[in-house]
């Protein structure tokens, strides 16, 4: 076979392939030798059953359409092992068909979706600032009291509710234009007045309210509100105060930490406190390392992603989110009509997500390849075992599923991110912004100034 790349526009290759009069033969005596094996006739011995009974028996036009689409899958397969071409899938498309004839030479044309191609930066070079995190009193205090959280106690209180007490309430809240609910609503919900990361001005409502008092107000969303639908919107809130409680911390003693953390003493705990969020922060800086020096190289990245694989990567997304409200009872429908959007508009707001995720992909690819960066029989295992865990899956079960191609590969790039990720980060060099940057390697590979706080603590 002779391949030749005819043409390569928007990520897509046309292709012919020539096969000459020795090499079709070959296709149809594979198809022959197949019924051999297969047909069983009165007076014949299997394998031994003449071509011309094959023929008569089966059909030349069959005969010759099984060689063709024998000859046509040889042809892809071997073209693009041997023009070097990343097929971005199966949808192949034949050109100019003629059926395949026995002594005669044949021409495959054909057009397949490429991966583009990817010209890497040197992220070897990345030399990248970051922001120091000193761990002071504060912080300190902040992982303390979260960590004590679980152990508060909660007595009912009769008078009005302080700053400092809590709260059982239902809560149900509209848009201000009074047309439809919006979506923040809970049942006997306890919420503590005054606690630190409350959203701002909202707890003054309930100072001085009793159990059994139904307040109404108006309320501006902050705009940074992580649900978007309601970020930055005036909401009227409709409570009901259902009891009033003071908030009992844990009175922190010997006993109390050897009851619940297994110490032999105070001190033992604050010293954990302070093991505990200094290897929390350092590994805060590890996955920030590896989101930086990601984003480092995705923005250097020499790339072209056509508009066809945003779109597949789009409706990939879309029907993931589909799948994943009807697994908590909802609808796709139903959260559009929520956040007041067309389906179009919807499909807009991926496309940034969509893209970044082809990239990614395109670069855990590319360096994986250049850094010979594969996947071992025991991290498959190790995974397999972690997700038994998570899911409560059996062994059987999950010899099943490592068993099934689709789970199998989604496994396998799951792992390859997680290497090619940590590798990224672990060839860049940092340093900290209050730091002065080691010097430069004679080559010179200026200092990266991207924006580098987001994200830090």
Do not use: C, W
């Not at 059909?59 to 693009?80: H, P, T, W």
């Not at 075992?385 to 191609?405: C, E, F, G, I, P």
């Amino acid at each position: 076979m002779q391949s030749e790349l005819v043409e390569r526009v928007e990520n897509r290759a046309t292709v012919r392939v020539s096969l000459d009069a020795k090499e079709v033969n070959r296709f149809f005596n594979s198809v022959y030798e197949q019924y051999n094996q297969q047909l069983k006739l009165p007076g014949f011995r299997k394998g031994k059953i003449p071509r011309n009974i094959i023929t008569s028996r089966v059909g030349a036009e069959d005969i010759a359409r099984e060689a063709q689409d024998e000859i046509k899958e040889a042809a892809v397969n071997q073209s693009l092992a041997d023009l070097e071409l990343q097929a971005r899938s199966s949808d192949v498309t034949f050109k100019n068909e003629r059926a395949a004839v026995e002594n005669e030479p044949y021409e495959v044309v054909y057009e397949i979706p490429l991966l583009p191609e990817v010209s890497l930066p040197d992220y070897k070079g990345f030399r990248i600032p970051i922001k120091r995190v000193i761990i002071d009193s504060e912080m300190t205090r902040r992982y303390r009291q979260n960590l004590l959280e679980r152990f508060i106690q909660y007595e009912d209180k009769k008078g009005a509710a302080e700053m400092g007490d809590a709260i059982a309430y239902d809560l149900k809240t509209t848009f201000d234009d009074g047309e439809k609910e919006a979506p923040l609503a809970h049942k006997d919900a306890l919420h503590i007045l005054g606690k630190e990361g409350n959203l701002p001005g909202y707890d003054e409502h309930f100072a001085g309210a009793k159990g059994g008092d139904k307040l109404t107000f108006e309320y501006v969303m902050p705009n940074d509100f992580p649900r978007h639908e309601v970020a930055g919107k005036t909401l009227i809130f409709e409570a009901a105060v259902n009891a009033v409680r003071t908030v009992k911390p844990p009175d922190v003693t010997a006993a109390f930490v050897k009851e619940n953390f297994k110490m032999d003493s105070v001190e033992e705990f604050e010293r954990y406190i302070q093991e505990a969020l200094e290897y929390e922060l350092a590994e805060e800086e590890k996955r920030y390392k590896q989101d930086v020096s990601l984003s480092h190289l995705l923005g250097r990245m020499a790339v072209v992603v056509s508009e066809d694989m945003i779109k597949e990567e789009t409706d990939y997304l879309i029907s993931s989110h589909e799948r994943n409200l009807r697994a908590r009872g909802h609808s796709l429908a139903e959260m559009l009509k929520e956040r007041d959007m067309q389906l179009e508009e919807y499909r807009n707001s991926l496309r940034e997500e969509a893209t970044r995720r082809l990239k990614e992909f395109l670069a855990v690819r590319a360096i994986a390849k250049a850094e010979n960066i594969r996947v071992t029989d025991e991290e498959m295992s190790r995974y397999a075992a972690s997700r038994m865990r998570q899911y409560n899956v059996n062994s059987k079960d999950m010899k099943k599923l490592l068993q099934n191609r689709e789970f199998r590969n989604d496994a396998m790039m799951e792992i390859l991110r997680a290497k090619v990720f940590k590798h990224i980060a672990e060839s860049a060099s940092f340093y900290y912004e209050d730091e002065e940057p080691a010097p430069q390697p004679e080559t010179g590979t200026e200092i990266d100034t991207l924006e580098t706080n987001e994200g830090q603590q």
